[in-house]
C-alpha cells in the first residue's frame, strides 16, 4: 500500500470548515484513499474514501487531485465532537485480505 | 443491530498469563480483523480472517493466536502474556475484503504486569 504523509496537528475554529491534507505520491492506479478517524479512546469511525473522482456524504467531502498525489478531507462545520486524530489510508482490496495501514494521522482539536 | 462488540472492556494480567479477547458481529460479515494501538501509535494488524475457517497473520502476530469457527465471532488468543503486549486491542469486520469499510469495536485495554 502507498504511504501517506499527514500534518501532526491542525486546529480550527467551531463552524469553520476543516481542512485536512494528505499527500500520496506514490499511489497507484488501482489504490484508493480512505479516510478514517478516531475519537479519544474510541474505535476508529469510517467518514468517506474515493478513487479519482471527488465524493461527498453527510460526513465530509473528499477532495483528490488530478494525478491523485494528494488529497483533503473536508469538514464543512467543525463541530466540538470532530476533536479527533484523523488517518488518511490508501489501500488496495484484495480476495486475500483488506488492511488497513494506519498511519500517526493529524490531530485535529477543534476551537470554541 | 449491536455492530461489533468486545469484551472484557479492560483486563489485568500477570506476566506469563494467558487469556483470550472476544469479539462479535452481528451484520453477517465476512472479513474480521484484530489490531493493537500503543500509545500515540497508529493500528498495527495482528491477524484477519476473510471467512469462517479462514486465518492469516498480519503486520504483528508473534504472541498471538486466532480462530474463526463461526462467521460472527473471532477470538484473539494471548498465549503467555508479557509487557510488551500491554495496549488497546481493537476488533474490526467488513461485509468483504475489497474496498470494504471497516467497522471498529471499543476495544480492550490490557495490561500486562
Known amino acids: 500500500d502507498a504511504k501517506t504523509t499527514q500534518p501532526t496537528s491542525m486546529d480550527c475554529a467551531e463552524g469553520r470548515a476543516a481542512n485536512l491534507p494528505c499527500n500520496h505520491s506514490?499511489?497507484?492506479?488501482?489504490?484508493?484513499v480512505y479516510w478514517y478517524r478516531q475519537i479519544h479512546s474510541q474505535g476508529p469511525q469510517y467518514i468517506i474514501h474515493?478513487?479519482?473522482n471527488n465524493e461527498t456524504n453527510e460526513m465530509a467531502s473528499l477532495i483528490i487531485t488530478e494525478d491523485r498525489k494528494s488529497s483533503t478531507l473536508i469538514l464543512p462545520h467543525a463541530t466540538l465532537r470532530d476533536t479527533a486524530v484523523y488517518y488518511c489510508?490508501?489501500?488496495?482490496?484484495?480476495?486475500?485480505?483488506?488492511?488497513?495501514?494506519f498511519g500517526e494521522g493529524t490531530q485535529l482539536t477543534v476551537n470554541p | 443491530n449491536a455492530g461489533v462488540t468486545q469484551t472484557p472492556k479492560f483486563q489485568v494480567l500477570k506476566t506469563g498469563q494467558s487469556m483470550t479477547l472476544q469479539c462479535a458481529q452481528d451484520m453477517n460479515h465476512e472479513y474480521m480483523s484484530w489490531y493493537r494501538q500503543d500509545p500515540g501509535m497508529g493500528l498495527r494488524l495482528i491477524h484477519y480472517s476473510v471467512g469462517a475457517g479462514i486465518t492469516d497473520q498480519g503486520e504483528v502476530p508473534n504472541g498471538y493466536n486466532v480462530s474463526r469457527s463461526t462467521t460472527e465471532d473471532f477470538p484473539l488468543r494471548l498465549l503467555s502474556a508479557a509487557p510488551s503486549q500491554t495496549s488497546v486491542y481493537f476488533c474490526?469486520?467488513?461485509?468483504?475484503?475489497?474496498?470494504?469499510?471497516?467497522?471498529f469495536g471499543p476495544g480492550t485495554r490490557l495490561l500486562v504486569l
Open positions: 474515493g478513487l479519482k
Open positions: 506514490t499511489i497507484s492506479g488501482n489504490e484508493y
Open positions: 474490526a469486520s467488513s461485509r468483504t475484503s475489497l474496498q470494504e469499510t471497516q467497522y
Open positions: 489510508i490508501v489501500r488496495v482490496g484484495s480476495t486475500s485480505g483488506s488492511r488497513l495501514t
